[in-house]
């Protein structure tokens, strides 16, 4: 068996970690301060065991909306700080307005204050903890990487870039050359035969194997890999290690045998979620469209002096199984702004007036689409409709990029809570494999998180 292993957190081991022990630190904290001084608001009992629970509840999501388990922030000391101002603040007051399922509201202030300090002077200590030690190089995850060598720096920047622990430090090159100049000054040449010895004495805890050569994989490496296998090392296919760790389907490496990787989330087809999201959808609607009316009255204005024409327009935009429908949108754009064509948006475009880029941000201008989810060319939550021009040209270039359109279109989507921006076919091909990840795990829980992550967006003033 190996036993030269380093300890490692996998990224979902990592998330449950933090929000587990955000928990126990929280509670420990309430009870040493209840025991020791003279705070009566959050006691302990057998009869009031939900206020724990609430209070656990509260403290998840407000830390999932405010990015405390968001790896690459949790990873950063002056990033989960803020998290921890706004997420302690928010669930102190969340907490206290809910007096039905929380403990009444104390006539001494001093309560609060103490109950305030607690839950963020206990969270600050873990996450320093964590920054200073579980997230620090020595948890860090070496791998071997068997590929080609021309394939080599795509791939290794693909994983690394997505999870700062998870280190290729080694590779073996599968298409027969042995002598070459190697970019990578921290990754080492392996010569097949020399595998096995050099996973058992470099602490290697993962082999993945990205070849699309068959024949490079060798009789020697083969036993190699199987003795290792034997031996309780773990060898993973490339495309499994990208998706779990970068939550997207790397299309790019799985050519014409997609389907065998990509097997569509059962939600698609089931009666009961499709019935339900449309319920939640039409209630969303009417939210959205009601919130919208309070705010038409400033955008109403702004328009008038900021963009001083049309303040709605529509667009043709490609829905489910392909069909062509209407999107209605604020105006953010000049006049005339595609008299030259259509053209993508770019991050510092020209042609969005100063009242637009605030509209962008807030994603205020998206108000209008409910009344797409309300008529069904639209869900909630699916890939962001594109319009048919560059879905054509797109699709031309980039394979399997019409199986966006196997479900509705989206208000919000995996790709719009997960990349900043995207001005390019470059950047289509990320949010393509955001979008396929979504419809191959489509889920009432994924649907959630993106909802969540989407408050994140807005709250940060992530739009575009």
């Known amino acids: 068996m190996n036993s030269n292993k380093k300890i490692h957190f996998e990224v979902s081991e990592r998330k449950i970690l933090l929000k587990i022990f955000d928990v126990i630190f929280v509670l420990l904290s309430l009870y040493i301060i209840s025991s020791i001084f003279d705070f009566k608001y959050f006691t302990?009992?057998?009869?009031?065991?939900?206020?724990?629970?609430?209070?656990?509840?509260?403290?998840?999501?407000?830390?999932s909306v405010f990015e405390m388990y968001n790896l690459q922030v949790a990873s950063n000391q002056f990033?989960?700080?803020?998290?921890?101002?706004?997420?302690?603040?928010?669930?102190?007051?969340?907490?206290?307005?809910?007096?039905?399922?929380?403990?009444?509201?104390?006539?001494?202030?001093?309560?609060?204050i103490i109950f305030f300090i607690a839950i963020?002077?206990?969270?600050?200590?873990?996450?320093?903890?964590?920054?200073?030690?579980?997230?620090?190089?020595?948890?860090?995850?070496?791998?071997?990487?068997?590929?080609?060598?021309?394939?080599?720096?795509?791939?290794?920047?693909?994983?690394?870039n997505a999870d700062p622990h998870y280190r290729i430090i080694a590779f073996v090159n599968s298409d027969g050359e042995d002598s070459f100049n190697l970019k990578f000054k921290s990754i080492k040449n392996i010569h097949p035969d020399d595998l096995e010895n050099f996973v058992r004495k470099?602490?290697?805890?993962?082999?993945?194997?990205?070849?699309?050569?068959?024949?490079g994989i060798t009789v020697s490496l083969y036993n190699q890999l199987i003795h290792l296998l034997?031996?309780?090392?773990?060898?993973?296919?490339?495309?499994?290690?990208?998706?779990?760790?970068?939550?997207?389907?790397?299309?790019?490496?799985?050519?014409?045998?997609?389907?065998?990787?990509?097997?569509?989330?059962?939600?698609?087809?089931?009666?009961?979620?499709l019935l339900v999201s449309r319920l939640?959808?039409?209630?969303?609607?009417?939210?959205?469209?009601?919130?919208?009316?309070?705010?038409?009255?400033?955008?109403?204005?702004?328009?008038?002096?900021?963009?001083?024409?049309?303040?709605?327009?529509?667009?043709?935009?490609?829905?489910?199984?392909?069909?062509?429908?209407?999107?209605?949108?604020?105006?953010?754009?000049?006049?005339?702004?595609?008299?030259?064509?259509?053209?993508?948006?770019?991050?510092?475009?020209?042609r969005i007036t100063a009242f637009g880029k605030f509209m962008r941000k807030t994603r205020l201008d998206e108000f209008p689409q409910f009344i797409n989810i309300l008529k069904g060319d639209m869900a909630i939550i699916g890939p962001r409709p594109e319009r048919p021009i560059f879905v054509n040209e797109i699709a031309d270039i980039m394979p399997f990029y019409e199986t966006r359109?196997?479900?509705?279109?989206?208000?919000?989507?995996?790709?719009?809570?997960?990349?900043?921006?995207?001005?390019?076919?470059?950047?289509?091909?990320?949010?393509?494999?955001?979008?396929?990840?979504?419809?191959?795990?489509?889920?009432?829980?994924l649907d959630i998180n993106i909802i969540i992550k989407t408050f994140s967006t807005v709250l940060f003033y992530r739009g575009q």
């Open 44 to 63: 302990f009992s057998a009869t009031n065991y939900y206020w724990a629970i609430l209070l656990a509840v509260y403290i998840n999501v407000f830390g």
């Open 79 to 112: 990033q989960v700080i803020r998290s921890i101002i706004l997420t302690s603040s928010t669930t102190v007051l969340i907490y206290l307005l809910t007096p039905i399922y929380t403990p009444v509201l104390p006539s001494n202030r001093l309560q609060i």
């Open 120 to 160: 963020f002077g206990s969270l600050l200590l873990w996450r320093i903890f964590y920054v200073k030690f579980l997230a620090s190089h020595r948890f860090v995850k070496n791998a071997i990487l068997i590929c080609d060598k021309e394939q080599l720096q795509e791939l290794v920047t693909g994983i690394e």
């Open 202 to 215: 470099n602490s290697i805890s993962e082999i993945v194997i990205a070849s699309q050569k068959t024949e």
């Open 230 to 273: 034997e031996n309780g090392f773990i060898i993973r296919e490339y495309t499994q290690v990208y998706e779990a760790i970068t939550q997207r389907i790397p299309v790019q490496y799985v050519s014409r045998d997609f389907y065998r990787y990509f097997p569509f989330s059962r939600s698609n087809q089931n009666h009961l979620y």
């Open 280 to 350: 939640i959808e039409v209630l969303f609607s009417i939210i959205g469209l009601s919130i919208g009316a309070v705010f038409f009255p400033i955008i109403l204005l702004g328009n008038l002096l900021g963009n001083r024409g049309r303040l709605f327009y529509t667009q043709e935009r490609v829905g489910k199984n392909g069909e062509v429908f209407k999107i209605y949108k604020y105006r953010t754009m000049v006049k005339n702004a595609e008299a030259n064509g259509a053209v993508f948006t770019t991050a510092n475009d020209s």
């Open 405 to 445: 359109h196997v479900v509705k279109p989206g208000l919000t989507g995996w790709a719009q809570v997960n990349y900043a921006y995207g001005d390019s076919i470059e950047d289509s091909l990320v949010k393509l494999q955001y979008d396929l990840y979504y419809i191959k795990h489509r889920s009432i829980f």
